[in-house]
């Protein structure tokens, strides 16, 4: 069985201040993959990244980051310099190759910017 | 292009009613999936499509809910003889590619279901 976890319900940061979302993850698959969406309140699912598990290299996209740690089955999320549009809710998933597609989701971490 | 649409975007409706929710995926996608998003459960997986065809249906509750899709398009979920724990945001999601691993799957924006 897959599972993912999402520690942190809640997070508030002052705006500019850089915020970790933590993601751990638990699959007996050797192949699968990771994903962050984010939903702000207008409610709708937004992809931010995915990452397979061959792919252990960090990316970065903006001021967007991810660690993806397969030793510790994690993959970690950094806002730098966040932003008040950053505000939402961000659900880290999980999900297997070929013929297992589904998505197994973590139970989301909302992030409030404070201006 | 169009994103993922879906219809209608509230139902509400009285317990023991059925109730169909309508999916229209991105031209061209080949896989459609729906889920479902409680305050309770979270977002949890329902029904998986690829083409027509529903190689998984392990996320679906009960024999209540059913979907179907048709033209390799537009699905729908019914839920027949509604629940008030059936009260949700469903959303349905497209990926693009068939076969050979996976490819991302968008999201539409949800139909929020109250069941009275």
């Known amino acids: 069985a897959q599972k993912v976890t999402q520690a942190q319900t809640e997070i508030s940061v002052v705006e500019k201040e850089d915020v970790t979302l933590d993601c751990v993850y638990e699959t007996r698959d050797t192949t699968y993959y990771l994903f962050w969406y984010k939903q702000p309140p207008s409610g709708e699912l937004v992809f931010l990244i995915r990452r397979n598990s061959f792919d252990e290299q960090n990316e970065i996209s903006g001021r967007y980051s991810w660690n993806f740690q397969k030793s510790t089955s994690s993959f970690n999320f950094t806002i730098t310099a966040s932003q008040v549009v950053d505000s939402a809710v961000y659900f880290c998933a999980l999900s297997g190759y070929f013929g297992n597609e589904k998505l197994t989701f973590g139970t989301g971490t909302r992030l409030t910017i404070i201006p | 292009g169009a994103g993922v649409s879906q219809s209608p975007s509230n139902k509400v409706t009285e317990k023991g009613k059925d109730v169909e929710l309508r999916c229209d995926p991105i031209s061209g996608h080949t896989a459609l999936y729906w889920y479902r998003q409680s305050l309770g459960q979270g977002l949890e997986f329902l029904i998986y499509?690829?083409?027509?065809?529903?190689?998984?249906k392990s996320g679906l509750p009960s024999d209540r809910f059913s979907a179907e899709r048709t033209g390799g398009s537009v699905s729908t979920l019914t839920i027949q003889r509604t629940q008030q724990e059936d009260s949700a945001v469903y959303l349905c999601?497209?990926?693009?590619?068939?076969?050979?691993?996976?490819?991302?799957?968008?999201f539409g924006p949800g139909t929020r279901l109250t069941v009275l």
């Open positions: 999601a497209s990926s693009p590619r068939l076969g050979q691993g996976l490819d991302t799957q968008y």
């Open positions: 499509f690829q083409g027509n065809s529903a190689p998984d």
